[in-house]
């Protein structure tokens, strides 16, 4: 007996034909109950028959023929043995994210990935590498050769709002990736209610998911575990040690659920560590809370990460054939002498900040006290970047404290004005500090909201008196302005002439660099080709300087600008311009592009407004300082030297240049851990402000300086950013690049 299910060609079966052995040909199915056989007789006769269950009794297998046979369907065997090795080819190509993924992975990018993160199972780990080393492209690595292992099916990007859209372009144009972008409308549209269940791949803006706990509990669902969760700009998760008690922001308790929710959870940022050990600490919990939670103690907690994170720094990364990746990094110090004109609004706008500041240290109320404190240190900025800013901002401020006065004069004549209107609105310390990592539009929108409205003043006369000075301020800037008494800006004029003329090499006796000639320092060249890329605060200042500019080179269509008002596609369009037009000499831009914004084609840069986070210093140098830049880059900081705070951070720049001689570019890289005995350069700023008319005061400001600057104190600042001692030795390299072109070798072809 034979079940109609043995049947199969090359059998020679008895009970098909009377007396004769049959061979089987072929076998074609219906259904479960029946079969067409065709079959070959003994005299060599071809035929064939319907069987039935009832069949069976009747069969007999009397030959089993060949065990195997190639008369199979050929497509479907090739299409199932290329789906079964391309699911085995990491097998074969250890590198085969790279080999399907439109890049040119670099050697510490490599070692990022393959060495370092990949054999660790679970991944918790922090990835530091200086900005513009390409983090993004090693995350892409990771989560593609996650999926082609079978390792990985959701994952999740978190990153600051302006850069969503990057990640998701980096993602999908470099690695094929289709990352989803998280909107309100996705979010309030998703048919089961949560988008996060129906989208595996997906982005999600840093600050808006720490603030909406609707958010944060579609997270929480139990079906919305991922596989990896990677963190851009992971150091905005960071908590604080405050008057001994730990303050838990809303980004970091993010960080907790994020960690919570992920089997692979992977941190990057160029900035882990702020100076400060024990929020370091806090910040490691993320990754590890058994290790690094509780309190810290100095002296008993000694933080080990060289299992939890990597860091290289740019003046150790090297291409496969040893030379280093980026090229050198200058700064010049351009001061400038204010005008007579100047002089005096600088000393009465001055002198109106300091004696605001000082009533507004006498406020009951510490919250507003500390909102026009913000306010008056927004109007000292202003007045330092140029008279069309200050001029605006006097005029604003001054309409704003006229249309209240008007209000108070209504509501209360001659009483104490109305703190309970709400009319007002006062920010809290963690505000004021999140501002800074805001989106540029909504930081604008709230700079000037409290700019324009925050007052110390305690009663309608107060207020009154208030507006005359501004009056008073504003025809004085008004005067400034319409006189072109702009000494910056010619500056400013006379070194885009230079820059741009065609006269060879910058020679020591053109103004723009006036500074005594060092052998050491590579000139810039000139050409009328080449591009520069500007930086300015303010966006009246930028359209200010747009105007003046495009005067100045004859042609509207040589400059372009980015700020944070532009939509996506108009940002990319001047983005391309820039890099592309060759007519296109000039990007004039605020801080909107000192953050994720490659522009590499350019390899000079001005601050004209000097920032006061140093940490923005190194992000704006850090967009032409990229890995693809092959020329030195030089950069000129303006800085009115007369001023109070001009004068601080004159010494601040002259100084750091005295250390670049002795260490090199990586004094670029430790700004942002300045600390000037315990206060940053804000404070430090603003205490020129106010006490910098006292000689003693000036010098115990420039002692800290020298202190903080000082080519000893800035060593150890590097190898406390280093962390983790990481270097492409030359032995290393040779056997990345081996293993690389081995790994060519054995590369399947898809």
């Known amino acids: 007996m034979v079940k109609l299910e043995e049947l199969r060609p090359n059998l020679v079966i008895r009970g098909l034909i009377a007396n004769q052995d049959a061979h089987i040909i072929s076998v074609k199915r219906y259904g479960s109950e029946a079969l067409e056989v065709v079959f070959k007789d003994q005299a060599g006769n071809i035929a064939s028959q319907l069987l039935y269950r009832d069949a069976e009794s009747r069969l007999e297998i009397i030959a089993e023929g060949r065990p195997w046979s190639f008369d199979g369907n050929g497509q479907l ?199 400060k050990e024990e929020d370091f600490q806090l910040f490691l919990a993320l990754l590890d809370g058994d290790r690094f939670e509780g309190r810290f103690r100095e002296g008993v907690h000694q933080v080990d990460v060289t299992d939890l994170m990597r860091r290289m720094v740019k003046e150790q990364l090297v291409k496969f054939d040893g030379r280093p990746l980026f090229p050198e990094r200058i700064a010049y110090t351009v001061p400038y002498v204010l005008s007579d004109m100047e002089a005096k609004l600088y000393k009465e706008v001055t002198d109106y900040v300091k004696e605001e500041f000082n009533r507004a240290k006498a406020l009951e109320n510490s919250k507003r006290s500390r909102t026009v404190g913000f306010a008056l240190t927004m109007l000292q900025r202003r007045l330092a970047s140029s008279p069309e800013a200050i001029y605006q901002s006097l005029k604003r401020r001054r309409e704003r404290l006229e249309s209240r006065l008007r209000e108070e004069e209504l509501l209360q004549r001659g009483a104490q004005i109305n703190k309970a209107t709400g009319s007002e609105k006062f920010l809290e310390e963690e505000e004021i500090e999140d501002i800074e990592d805001v989106p540029e539009n909504e930081a604008e929108k709230i700079e000037r909201e409290i700019l324009d409205q925050a007052t110390a003043a305690n009663t309608i006369e107060e207020l009154r008196a208030e507006i005359n000075i501004l009056k008073d301020l504003e025809k004085l800037a008004a005067d400034v302005r319409t006189r072109g008494e702009d000494t910056k800006w010619r500056e400013l004029s006379s070194l885009l002439m230079t820059i741009f003329s065609d006269s060879g090499v910058a020679k020591c006796d053109l103004k723009p660099f006036s500074e005594p000639r060092r052998d050491d320092v590579v000139r810039p060249k000139l050409s009328s080709r080449q591009k520069l890329v500007i930086f300015t605060e303010h966006r009246d200042t930028l359209n200010y300087l747009y105007k003046r500019i495009t005067s100045l080179l004859g042609r509207e269509d040589a400059v372009v600008v980015i700020h944070g008002s532009l939509l996506r596609e108009e940002r990319r369009k001047a983005q391309e311009l820039f890099i592309n037009d060759s007519n296109v000499q000039v990007l004039l831009a605020t801080d909107a592009a000192g953050e994720g914004i490659n522009l590499q084609r350019a390899h000079l840069m001005v601050n004209y407004d000097l920032p006061w986070n140093p940490n923005r210093l190194e992000q704006r140098f850090g967009r032409i300082h990229r890995i693809g830049q092959t020329e030195v880059c030089h950069c000129w900081n303006l800085v009115a030297s007369e001023t109070k705070e001009g004068d601080v951070y004159k010494r601040l720049l002259e100084k750091m240049e005295t250390a670049r001689k002795a260490l090199g570019g990586q004094v670029f890289d430790v700004l942002g851990k300045l600390q000037f005995e315990g206060k940053s350069l804000k404070d430090l700023l603003i205490e020129a402000i106010i006490y910098g008319d006292s000689p003693q005061a000036r010098e115990q400001l420039f002692r800290k300086i020298d202190s903080a600057v000082a080519p000893s104190h800035l060593a150890t600042l590097i190898e406390e950013k280093a962390l983790v001692k990481e270097v492409m030795e030359p032995a290393r390299l040779a056997r990345v690049r081996e293993e690389m072109e081995r790994a060519e070798a054995r590369r399947l072809q898809p």
């Open 77 to 275: 065997f090739r299409l199932v043995s290329e789906a079964h090795r391309i699911r085995l080819a990491y097998l074969f190509d250890p590198v085969l994210a790279v080999h399907t993924s439109i890049i040119e992975p670099l050697p510490h990018q490599i070692t990022a990935v393959y060495e370092t993160m990949l054999p660790r199972q679970p991944l918790r780990f922090l990835l530091a590498d200086d900005p513009g080393a390409g983090k993004t492209i090693m995350a892409g690595l990771l989560i593609k050769e996650l999926m082609i292992r079978g390792d990985l099916k959701r994952c999740l990007i978190v990153c600051p709002g302006s850069l969503v859209e990057q990640w998701q372009d980096e993602l999908y144009s470099k690695f094929n990736l289709p990352f989803e972008i998280a909107t309100n409308d996705k979010l309030d549209s998703a048919p089961t209610g949560n988008w996060f269940l129906e989208n595996n791949l997906a982005i999600v803006r840093l600050d808006k998911t720490a603030r909406s706990k609707e958010i944060q509990n579609k997270l929480k669902a139990k079906e919305c575990f991922y596989d990896l969760i990677v963190c851009d700009e992971a150091h905005k998760l960071s908590a604080t040690f405050f008057g001994g008690e730990i303050k838990y922001t809303k980004r970091y308790k993010l960080g907790k659920l994020l960690s919570e929710i992920s089997r692979h959870f992977l941190l990057m940022t160029a900035t882990p560590h702020n100076g």
